[in-house]
Every structure is written in C-alpha cells, then in structure tokens.
C-alpha cells in the first residue's frame, strides 16, 4: 500500500487526488472497513472530513468538530497516533460519537517539515481481529509519506491559486503589460497591450512583432 501510493503520488499533485490515495492507501494497508481524512479548517479552530471511505459514510464528507475535542481534537493537539480497541475509554479524551460496532480504530497525525497538516482515521468493524503494533508501524510510515505528499500538493495548489489569480490581473488590466525576452522577442502580451498598439489580439501583436513588423517594434519603443 505504501509502495501503491508513493507511485501514485509521483503521477500527479492534484490535491483531491492525492488525498483520496492516502484514504485508500490506509483502508487497503489495515484491510479496514472505514477510513476518513480530515484536514484543518481555515482558522485553524477546527477540523473537517475531506475525504471519507466506508459503507453509508457517504453524509459525513465536509463535517466539522473542533480541533481540540474528540479522538481526532487531540491527535492533532498533540499530535500523537492514537490506537484503540473496543469502545473508547481512553481517558486523554472524550469521543465526540462513541460506537459500539468499532473492533479497532487508529488516529493518526499527519506532519511534515514540524507541520501538522490532518488527521488519518481506519476503522476495522467487521472481523475482530485487533490492529497490531507492527501495522500500526507501517500506518506511521504511510502517514509520514502522506504527510509529505500533502505538503506538495498543497504548495502546488497555493502555485495554481497564485497563477489564476495573477492571470486574472494580467488579462483584465487596463495597462499594456507584455513579457519579452533579452533578446527582444515577445512571450506574453496582455490584450490592453494589443489595444493601445492597435492590433486586434494579443497574439497579432506578438506575431507581428516577432516577425519583423518594424511598425510594432517602434510602437514598442515609442510605448
């Protein structure tokens, strides 16, 4: 499972996707029947499911609890890995929803770089067999890869944002705005560019340019 999700990683940085194979990736290691991925709110007060597995799991997606009650409160306050067997009677915390039909449950944190970035949830309900301390040290070491995982998607998210955003500004803006190398050829040119040249796009402009328009050029320069 570890080795399925560090390949899957490597294919791609889209956030959904990669959250949705670390839940996958812990369902498949514990052989578990539930799992569930919860990240930090904006804020930070609390914490939401983003990805959920299971049977008839499917109302819990976007939930929130608080980030400082609850099995997964204080996993991520500490942060330190919960492992349960039964009901929960741990007297670190309260569980928010107590079930009785959970054989065995592990909470685990999500860090990377002294970060937190969520909390990975597996519950085993059908057979009685407990998770063992050995698969508990494999589901710290999928955490600790996912940790990492999550920090590159997220940063490659934050890029996209940024991209989008300074997009938005670059065709929008009133001002001409183009991007050439030292060379002198032209790369970008936003459309106020092309307008106040008096080209149609921003692609003639560019083109023109590029291939000798000498009245382009010293419209350039004149600009």
């Known amino acids: 499972a570890i080795y399925e999700l560090s390949q899957a990683i490597a294919s791609s940085l889209d956030f959904d996707t990669v959250i949705g194979k670390i839940t996958d990736a812990a369902m498949e290691q514990l052989d578990a029947d539930e799992a569930s991925l919860m990240l ?4 930070g007060e609390e914490l939401f499911i983003a990805v959920v597995r299971g ?12 980030a400082k009650h609850g099995i997964a409160g ?12 039964g009901k929960a009677g741990d007297p670190r915390f ?8 959970i054989q065995s449950s592990v ?7 002294g970060s937190f970035f969520g909390v990975l949830n597996v519950n085993t309900t059908n057979r009685r067999r407990s998770i063992t301390l050995g698969q508990l040290k ?12 999550l920090e590159s998607a997220h940063l490659y998210k934050q890029l996209k944002e940024s991209e989008i955003k300074y997009r938005s ?3 929008n803006s009133l001002e001409g705005i183009y991007q050439r190398t030292t060379d002198g ?3 970008t040119a936003n459309p106020a560019f092309a307008r106040i040249l008096g080209y149609a796009s921003s692609e003639e402009i560019i083109n023109a340019i590029n291939t000798g328009d000498q009245i382009g050029r010293a419209s350039c320069r004149e600009r």
């Open 40 to 43: 930090p709110a904006k804020g």
């Open 55 to 66: 049977e008839k799991r499917e109302h819990l997606l976007g939930e929130r609890i608080s």
């Open 74 to 85: 204080w996993v991520a306050s500490h942060p330190e890995p919960v492992l349960l067997h």
């Open 94 to 101: 309260v569980s928010l929803k107590p079930r009785s039909d």
């Open 107 to 113: 909470s685990i944190p999500l860090l990377a770089g």
């Open 138 to 149: 494999a589901m710290s070491i999928l955490a600790s890869t996912a940790a990492t995982a």
């Open 169 to 171: 500004i670059f065709e």
């Open 185 to 187: 050829e032209f790369l």
